[in-house]
């Protein structure tokens, strides 16, 4: 039970710098959409959207890898060889898909930027050095490293936000949007090198076992090339049929939907190397044991927040953003959420398939899924605009989480929890009136409904038999773990910041 507790205080510590981390393009969406025009906007979008799935193509799931089979190694001589090993390849890899768009700037700069040659030509840079932040940030959570991990993970997005509030704010426009974006992924670039190279040195690796990392790493491009299809697509087929308005609309209220996605983000952080470390000592029964935790937890968090986002949709965009972006985009919200919630369950299934190296199955799914995205995204925005983009995306995540089910039965049986989801979709239901009854239009209304319609859902929950006494106390435990560990955390930077 220690274990799980350990495990739980660790996710629980992720999910709080998830959630601070998701605030960041919340906080940046009013400041945007406020001081840029609406085209300028759908620019900013089209631009953080590529450096974000692009370098997870071009890093050959190389970092990744490196939390496969670098987990269970201690040796610093091991360390240093796998490490620089994938990191150089890193490198080259992100540096030749850099010079592809930099030769692409004009093109790019005509069909994806509304003709601005300055985002074009600094988007080769960014997508350079978010590779080196895939990388780095992989070594932190290879070796569970998670006060460094979320210290990062804040700071990237804060940095950032900082910045490019500033340069907006003064008038700068979004050509000094995209410049403070860059100088924020330097400035973390060269704080985290600085922490590894204290830990591990510096060392030419050997590439003794590089063939083995590409065999293990190169199937999941596909996979993460589907994501950038599945993510993209969406966006550039907006801009190409409805144009660049209608990116914001439905980029707004995927920001919204998303953030059931970003619940998953701990578990996807967390499950593989602890997963990897017990595989490799053979104790198959605490790999069930911290999936079906996993779980659970997932399903207690992402559900009742599936149904207040969904029905507090266009009040939170009222809010953020603008009342036409509001109005342009609220109504994909519940279902881009709901997409969410598969996603997540395959996010966290999927770490069965990627432990017994079965990396082939989640590329075929993901080219498979990417294909029938585009064909759907075609025909069903064609008729029903960005709804029935929305939908494609869920029945896209519908189909991943089922195949990714099926063939993790193969190895692991995981539980799904039936009766606790149907008691938690009928609390979430009864949650749901409770909001449409206050009808909160305000920030401060918004807020205290969403507190007591949140209560209610658990307290419900609990009477309901859905949340079990002992799980209660567990939680309980756990919670004051993390209140400490924050509390630590907060001590031990502000003591190295006097430093």
């Known amino acids: 039970m220690q274990e799980y507790k350990t495990f739980l205080k660790k996710i629980g510590l992720l999910g709080i ?45 190389l970092p990744y890898t490196m939390v496969r089979f670098l987990s269970p190694h201690q040796s610093r001589g091991e360390i240093q060889e796998v490490f620089y090993s994938v990191g150089f390849t890193v490198v080259l890899g992100s540096l030749l898909m850099a010079i592809i768009f930099l030769l692409s700037s004009t093109f790019l700069a005509k069909n994806l930027f509304n003709g601005n040659m300055f985002a074009a030509v600094f988007l080769p840079i960014s997508i350079f050095l978010n590779g080196l932040t895939l990388l780095f940030f992989d070594f932190f959570r290879t070796f569970q490293e998670m006060k460094k991990y979320s210290l990062f993970s804040l700071a990237q997005a804060y940095i950032a936000v900082i910045l490019v509030a500033i340069l907006v704010l003064t008038g700068g426009g979004i050509n000094s949007a995209i410049m403070g974006l860059v100088i924020s992924q330097l400035i973390l670039i060269f704080a985290m090198y600085i922490l590894i190279l204290r830990k591990i040195g510096f060392k030419i690796p050997l590439f003794s076992n590089l063939r083995e990392y590409l065999n293990f ?98 009040p939170i965009l009222k809010v953020l953003s603008t009342q036409e972006i509001a109005f342009g985009g609220y109504f994909i919200t519940p279902i ?26 989640t590329g075929n799914l993901w080219i498979i899924c990417a294909v029938s995205n585009l064909v759907m995204d075609i025909t069903f925005g064609f008729y029903w605009g960005i709804i029935g983009i ?27 929890y039936g009766w606790f989801l149907v008691k938690s979709i009928f609390t979430g239901t009864m949650m749901s009136l409770i909001l449409i009854i206050f009808n909160p239009q305000k920030p401060l209304d918004i807020i205290l409904a969403s507190i007591l319609a949140l209560s209610f859902y658990y307290f419900i929950l609990w009477r309901l038999g859905g949340i079990q006494e002992k799980e209660l106390i567990f939680f309980r435990d756990f919670l004051m773990d993390i209140r400490l560990a924050i509390t630590q955390s907060v001590h031990t930077l502000s003591n190295y910041i006097k430093h």
Request: charged share 5%; aromatic share 14%; hydrophobic share 50%.
């Open 336 to 361: 881009l959420a709901l997409g969410g919630i598969f996603f997540g369950l395959y996010g966290i299934m999927s770490q069965v398939i990627i432990l017994e190296r079965k990396t082939r199955i």
């Open 17 to 61: 710098t998830t959630i601070l981390v998701s605030l960041n393009p919340l906080i940046l969406l009013p400041i945007l959409t406020q001081n840029l025009t609406t085209l300028e906007y759908g620019v900013w979008v089209q631009y953080t959207i590529t450096i974000t799935i692009i370098p997870a193509i071009a890093v050959l799931g």
């Open 390 to 416: 929305a939908l494609t995306s869920l029945l896209v995540y519908i189909f991943a989480f089922t195949i990714t089910l099926y063939y993790s039965y193969n190895y692991i049986r995981p539980h799904l």
């Open 217 to 314: 790493g190169l199937p999941t491009i596909p996979t993460n090339l589907s994501f950038w299809i599945l993510d993209i697509t969406d966006r550039y087929l907006i801009g190409l049929f409805l144009g660049l308005s209608f990116v914001s609309y439905y980029s707004a209220a995927y920001l919204l939907g998303n953030i059931i996605s970003l619940i998953m983000s701990p578990f996807y952080t967390l499950l593989l190397p602890n997963l990897a470390l017990y595989h490799a000592q053979g104790r198959i029964g605490k790999i069930r044991t911290l999936l079906n935790y996993s779980i659970k937890l997932f399903l207690i968090l992402s559900i009742p927040l599936f149904f207040l986002i969904s029905i507090l949709s266009q």
